[in-house]
């Protein structure tokens, strides 16, 4: 999917909404145990609820393998489904790769050519060479970690070198000389620490940011929009555990959807 592509998705559904995907079958409707599939099950009920009010979905490969074989089954299914139904939507596998450059290559091959996704999170740590294997699949993105906000966030991200710049900061600059750009290399940035987006934006102002952390991890969603977004919106923000969530009864889906309208008739608001 092309960057005018999202965008003229975000401009007509008035959206900028991704659904995050953490499919636990220790937190779906017990009713759905019963099912051959629970864990698509799930995810064909949530994606069917949700799809008018989002323009991309993150699964998070990890809900995926800790199910062994019938969870990776079952993530391959709801891709595919997603995209035989819902074709505008973005797929994002989350699943945070990166290793020496051969086997980044076979990561990109396994979330690009096989898995059909449209982006996969990729940790920089490793640097250039166990990125740019992603950047070489035209058509498809690479999400680069740049500032999370978890707690352990602190123990690197924030540290400064020699010129007072901190980590973070270092790795947007360095991934722009990766052959990575707007068109195809979006960043990580948590919802919680909305204000750093200020600064970020000064480094990457036309690239898109996914932002994950409203809702159930208590980012603001008005913050996101205050400090990150820029002309063109710029952002997709991801909201799992608020929405997918939000009901255990079997009237899930139909809260779901509720839950999903609600964040897009406010994401509305700001994209006038």
Not at 115 to 120: I, L, N, P
Not at 191 to 215: C, K, N, Q
């Amino acid at each position: 999917m092309t960057r005018d592509e999202l965008y003229s998705n975000i401009k007509r559904k008035k959206s900028f909404l991704c659904v995050g995907l953490d499919t636990d079958l220790k937190k779906i409707p017990e009713h759905l145990l019963k099912e051959e599939d629970p864990i698509f099950a799930f995810n064909k009920a949530i994606v069917d609820a949700t799809a008018p009010y989002c323009i991309a979905y993150k699964p998070n490969l990890a809900f995926y393998e800790g199910a062994g074989l019938k969870g990776i089954q079952a993530l391959y299914k709801t891709i595919d489904y997603i995209r035989t139904n819902y074709p505008d939507q973005f797929i994002i596998a989350d699943a945070k790769r990166g290793d020496i450059g051969n086997t980044s290559m076979m990561y990109a091959g396994s979330f690009f050519d096989e898995m059909k996704a449209d982006a996969v999170t990729v940790a920089p740590y490793m640097g250039q060479d166990s990125v740019t294997p992603f950047l070489g699949h035209e058509g498809n993105w690479v999400i680069l970690l740049a500032l999370t906000s978890n707690k352990g966030a602190d123990d690197f991200q924030y540290i400064k070198d020699s010129e007072g710049t901190p980590l973070y900061q270092n790795v947007l600059r360095k991934s722009l000389e990766w052959g990575g750009n707007a068109d195809n290399m979006m960043y990580v940035v948590g919802a919680t620490r909305a204000e750093m987006l200020t600064d970020i934006r000064r480094t990457v102002p036309d690239s898109f940011l996914l932002v994950p952390g409203i809702g159930a991890q208590g980012g603001s969603l008005a913050d996101v929009c205050k400090y990150g977004m820029n002309s063109k919106c710029g952002l997709i923000v991801n909201s799992s555990r608020a929405i997918i969530y939000a009901d255990k009864t079997e009237s899930f889906a139909a809260v779901a959807a509720l839950k999903a309208q609600e964040v897009q008739q406010e994401m509305a608001s700001f994209l006038k």
